[in-house]
Structure formats: C-alpha cells, structure tokens
C-alpha cells in the first residue's frame, strides 16, 4: 500500500487535498485513502484563515498599516492584529509576561518583533506548526487590550436573539 505523498517544501501544517471529481457531500464522509495528495498550508490559507478569525469579533475591520499592503486588523482604528507583507508572520498585544512565556516555551513558533516587541507584542510565525484554536485565543486577548469595554463584553455576553413572544 502507497504511503501519503508531499508536495511543496517540508512542512508540518498540511491540509488533505480532495480530488476535483469528489462528491458533493462534506469532506468528513469521505473515506479517507492513503493515496490522497497531502500538500502544505498556504500563505494564502493562513491569510484566509486570520482574516475570519479576526473579523468574527464585534466592529473589527480589515485595513492595512501604514504604506504596506498587507492586512491588519483594527477596532475603532486601533491595531489589534497586523500581519507581514510576505503572509508568513503576525504580530499581537499581548498581556503582562505573555510574550516572554510563548517566546520562551515555543521559540520556533513565536519571536520578539521589531519596534513594538519592547511594548509587549508578540510576532507569530504562520509557517511554523500552529493549532490554531490557540492563535485564536490569542488574537482575542489582543482585541481585548485593544477594544472598549462595551465590545469586549460582547464577547462574554453575546446580544441575545429576539424575545419570544409571550402568550
């Protein structure tokens, strides 16, 4: 039996390829083959990936910094999240001894970035191996030093529906 193949350079992030003729039905219904083609995540999946992360918080926008075209995120203007122009790093507010802590434990993953690295923010890098549940988090924490008040408890206490009507 084949074993799974790579494409593209060595790397730990991988997403399965579907064949173009599969199925209309969802990827988990698919028998999983160890022929199927197994190829790295792409810039291009990362930037997707950040931007619905990023713009799932309350009033975030997408505008990039300064002269660069590159993406970043803001809340009432202010930066909360601003990615490099090569998609291959992000860098965060974080919180009091955060930095030092992920720079510390994953040094391949995370780093002290250029100019705002002395104000606590921490750079990721996207091409290294991330779960991406914990960038999340970390990106909402960033929003959080960023945004009033009346947004972050948003977060906690989400607007509730419309009120079902009494009978």
Request: charged share 25%; with cysteine.
């Amino acid at each position: 039996m084949s074993q799974p193949t790579r494409t593209g350079p060595p790397g730990p992030a991988l997403r399965v390829v579907v064949p173009p003729a599969a199925p209309p039905y969802g990827l988990s219904d698919l028998p999983l083959r160890l022929d199927m083609e197994v190829t790295p995540m792409t810039d291009q999946d990362a930037t997707l990936r950040l931007r619905e992360i990023c713009l799932s918080l309350p009033e975030a926008t997408e505008k990039p910094f300064g002269g660069h075209t590159a993406p970043s995120y803001r809340v009432r203007d202010k930066l909360f999240v601003m990615s490099v122009e090569d998609g291959r790093s992000i860098t965060f507010k974080a919180g009091p001894g955060v930095q030092e802590a992920l720079v510390g434990s994953s040094p391949e993953r995370f780093f002290v970035p250029a100019y705002v690295g002395p104000k606590g923010w921490v750079g990721a890098r996207l091409d290294a191996d991330h779960d991406w549940d914990e960038l999340a988090e970390l990106i909402e924490d960033s929003y959080r030093l960023i945004a009033p008040k009346r947004l972050t408890r948003l977060l906690d206490d989400p607007p509730a529906g419309p009120a079902a009507p009494h009978p």
